[in-house]
């Protein structure tokens, strides 16, 4: 069974930085992306950072020049560091692999404190 969790997540205050990890378990025999994406209360859950299989990536607006995303070459672990961290950075965050089917983490909490 293919398994995602993230880590990473806390409460820090604006400007501050958080390193979230993704570990994925289990065999997925195509991976076409990995992807973070976020839900803060009351809006729909949104694309945040994308990666494709060859290494291609893209960025919400709203977190581009702040967010990175990075993985390993196996496709194991998925990473997103997010610097200069905003109040409306709060949010869960989830990562995402898509192939064949999409699998979804747990989501891990992120609070950004003004």
């Known amino acids: 069974q293919v398994q995602l969790v993230e880590s990473g997540g806390g409460l820090v205050q604006a400007g501050e930085s958080l390193r979230l990890s993704c570990a994925v378990s289990g065999s997925i025999v195509t991976i076409n992306g990995m992807g973070w994406y976020r839900q803060a209360p009351g809006k729909q859950r949104e694309l945040v950072a994308y990666?494709?299989?060859?290494?291609?990536?893209s960025y919400a607006d709203s977190v581009k020049g702040r967010f990175t995303i990075f993985r390993d070459n196996a496709m194991k672990t998925v990473y997103l560091q997010m610097n200069s961290l905003k109040p409306e950075d709060t949010a869960i965050y989830y990562c995402?692999?898509?192939?064949?089917?999409?699998?979804w983490g747990q989501g891990t909490q992120v609070t950004v404190s003004s």
């Open positions: 995402n692999v898509a192939g064949s089917n999409n699998y």
């Open positions: 990666m494709t299989r060859g290494g291609s990536t």
